[in-house]
């Protein structure tokens, strides 16, 4: 495997929950990645970064998702997570998980996540 792999999206109504998860790659010994995390696509907008995570578990979230996202790791399975709490509409997007900086040729396909009533 030698790119994110992303699941757990769905459609979601305003206020509930989801925990997206990333299977991340086996990097060789070039690449020795400090941070990861977890990005968003809108339609019309950018790709931005909305949370991530440090080897040594230290977080950083963007404003919009602070308190309500929470981003996390098992180191033993290769795996990040996202719990999403309190969705807004505002979050619907595609979710991609990378390092940060993020790395081209890594990026997988996304989940998409609709918070809709």
């Known amino acids: 495997q030698v790119r994110f792999v992303e699941s757990g999206g769905g459609l979601v109504q305003p206020g509930g929950s989801l925990r997206l998860s990333c299977a991340a790659p086996r990097t060789s010994g070039s690449i020795s990645p400090y941070w990861m995390g977890w990005y968003r696509q809108a339609p019309g907008k950018q790709r931005e970064l909305v949370a991530r995570?440090?080897?040594?578990?230290?977080?950083n979230y963007a404003d919009s998702v602070k308190d309500r996202f929470t981003i996390s790791t098992d180191n033993a399975k290769n795996t990040m997570y996202l719990q999403m709490n309190s969705l807004k509409p505002e979050d619907t997007a595609v979710y991609y998980c990378n390092f940060s900086p993020s790395l081209d040729g890594y990026w997988g396909q996304g989940t998409q996540v609709t918070v809709s009533s």
């Open positions: 995570v440090s080897l040594g578990g230290n977080t």
